[in-house]
């Protein structure tokens, strides 16, 4: 008999294909999966006895943001703690490569606060080389990458707001061809953000038969998540049927200011599949974001520099221009400024704001009050105060269209966060961070244990061989004996999300530290223990997935 690595023995088995779970023991040897067997048979130079606690595929969570942070800190630790084996990033159009050196700076700005980060050296020019620079160091978890539509735009053309000249699409599609080429699995756009939202729908088009012929995948953070929704689906759908490439619609909960709830999102997506087209959905369970105020100007000004932005909002005959046309919405911005459109300031609460401290954990509405000033500028003076560095807590989702969403069989389950950790820059106490720690043990205490929305099963397959199959990553997401080992072991009874701090929101945020779930007791990736009775094991044995040349099966090209 063969000799086993590991045995994962007398657990309850979930493969991820939404089956009922069985009891029995699983077997690993050189980082796969060797053996699926009855409870306590198998034998291994360690033997791990489960007891009843659940055996899973590990976690792929298909959107997030981890591009940078995984730099940072290549332990991931927020993300392996919590059962994420695999994250897909370059989402909303926001990959970090390609790099054009005339537009570095722009690409700099475009992500902040970490871009200054020694672990960011900015070394690479091409998608090839910033895979490289990822997995040079060690991960903890493994990546799988689209090519940001926003990236392409911006090395070509930076932020103009208009449409490219032949040669500059042109430049776009040399471009994404080689991010095709190094094995990214398709193109991502966030049509509500600069400069993504200054393309026209054909602009989308013609980049998606590039990633046609790669047999990738289009996934879009939608233009429009309100008042404009239905429009804003039925775009994406229309792109991918031109184009002939599957589509995926990012986190798809409609925003405060939708006419509809998510059954008539759905109902388009239906309709789609009916017709024979590839249309999915994923979505996050926070009904709440916290992004930087700057995020909701008009998006021809909010990538400016500070300065900039300043002169503007003390001109008051511009301050009046930009509050109408925020209030205007013509270019659809992206979900919270509806509670600016709206005039929904009382669910606004401020998170970040080192240049007026006394505004931390206060609402717009009440600030306004305390100064005496309509909310509209007291809003725009935080920015004047503070630039790009104040933020906030932007209450903007109707938890009932979570359910909707997660009920639906073509929506899977995502995070929309990034790698975090409690410690160094990414550990700063006034960082948004309950996705980034709690999206799936909240699904699975919330949505699975105390409300029964979704059977363990269902939950379970949405988290894995769901993701797995929209990304063509057949040799993960289910346990089969030859697929890889990512594999988490965890006790539903125990299972808590420490994160996520439910309405209202209080000040000093006690429930929005950086907290590792409870119950996730072990975690491997590709066969090795990266969390082990709950705590890091210090490993990094995760990969760099990249999509083969135009093949319909993907691998790790080593």
């Not at 007398?10 to 699926?36: K, L, M, Q, S, T």
């Not at 539509?149 to 080689?178: F, I, N, S, W, Y």
């Not at 105060?385 to 389950?413: K, S």
């Not at 089969?480 to 080992?485: D, E, L, N, S």
Request: glycine content about 10%.
């Amino acid at each position: 008999m063969e000799t086993l690595d590991i045995v994962l023995a007398r657990g309850r088995i979930v493969d991820g294909c939404g089956n009922p779970w069985f009891r029995g023991d699983v077997g690993i040897r050189e980082g796969r999966i060797a053996r699926i067997a009855p409870p306590g048979t198998l034998k291994g130079r360690r033997v791990i006895d489960v007891g009843d606690r659940l055996v899973t595929p590990g976690f792929i969570d298909i959107h997030t943001h981890s591009d940078l942070s995984l730099l940072v800190n290549r332990r991931a630790e927020s993300a392996v703690r919590q059962g994420a084996t695999t994250h897909v990033i370059g989402n909303c159009g926001m990959s970090p490569a390609p790099i054009n050196d005339e537009h570095l700076a722009e690409m700099q700005n475009y992500w902040g606060r970490i871009s200054e980060q020694p672990e960011v050296t900015w070394a690479w020019r091409t998608f090839g080389q910033y895979l490289a620079a990822l997995e040079s160091g060690g991960l903890a978890i493994n990546v799988a990458s689209l090519a940001g539509h926003a990236a392409l735009r911006m090395a070509v053309m930076g932020l103009d707001a208009r449409a490219p000249t032949p040669a500059e699409l042109a430049g776009m599609e040399t471009l994404l061809t080689e991010a095709l080429e190094a094995g990214a699995f398709g193109l991502s756009t966030g049509l509500v953000y600069p400069p993504g939202c200054f393309a026209a729908t054909a602009e989308i088009i013609a980049l998606c038969h590039v990633v046609a012929r790669y047999h990738g995948l289009y996934a879009s953070h939608i233009r429009g998540e309100r008042e404009t929704i239905l429009d804003a689906v039925a775009e994406a759908i229309h792109i991918g049927q031109e184009a002939g490439v599957p589509v995926q619609i990012s986190h798809n909960a409609p925003k405060f200011g939708a006419p509809c709830d998510a059954t008539a999102n759905l109902r388009l997506v239906e309709e789609a599949r009916a017709r024979g087209q590839d249309v999915t959905v994923d979505n996050d369970l926070h009904t709440d974001l916290g992004p930087p105020l700057t995020g909701g100007l008009p998006q021809e000004i909010q990538e400016r520099p500070v300065a900039k932005i300043v002169a503007l909002l003390r001109d008051p005959e511009a301050r009046r221009r930009i509050r109408e046309e925020i209030i205007l919405d013509r270019r659809p911005a992206f979900g919270p400024v509806g509670l600016l459109k709206h005039g929904q300031w009382q669910r606004i609460t401020i998170l970040r704001a080192p240049h007026s401290p006394q505004a931390v954990g206060q609402t717009v509405a009440a600030l306004a009050g305390e100064r005496g000033q309509d909310p509209f500028d007291t809003y725009l003076d935080l920015i004047v105060e503070n630039g790009h560095d104040v933020e906030a807590i932007f209450d903007y989702i109707d938890e009932t269209n979570i359910r909707i969403l997660l009920r639906h069989p073509a929506v899977m389950v995502c995070s929309d966060g990034q790698a975090s950790a409690p410690y160094g820059f990414l550990g700063d106490p006034q960082t948004y961070c309950p996705c980034s720690y709690g999206e799936f043990p909240g699904l699975l205490e919330r949505y699975v244990r105390d409300q029964a929305v979704l059977t363990l099963e269902e939950a379970v397959r949405k988290m894995t061989s769901f993701p797995a199959q929209r990304l063509g990553l057949l040799d993960r997401g289910v346990l089969r004996p030859g697929t890889w080992a990512d594999v988490v072991v965890l006790d539903l009874a125990r299972v808590h999300d420490r994160a996520t701090n439910l309405y209202p929101h209080t000040y000093p945020f006690e429930n929005y530290p950086h907290r590792y779930p409870e119950g996730i007791d072990y975690v491997l990736v590709n066969g090795i223990l990266v969390v082990e009775e709950g705590e890091h094991t210090g490993a990094l044995p995760g990969q760099v997935l990249r999509k083969p040349v135009k093949s319909g099966c993907c691998s790790v090209i080593l």
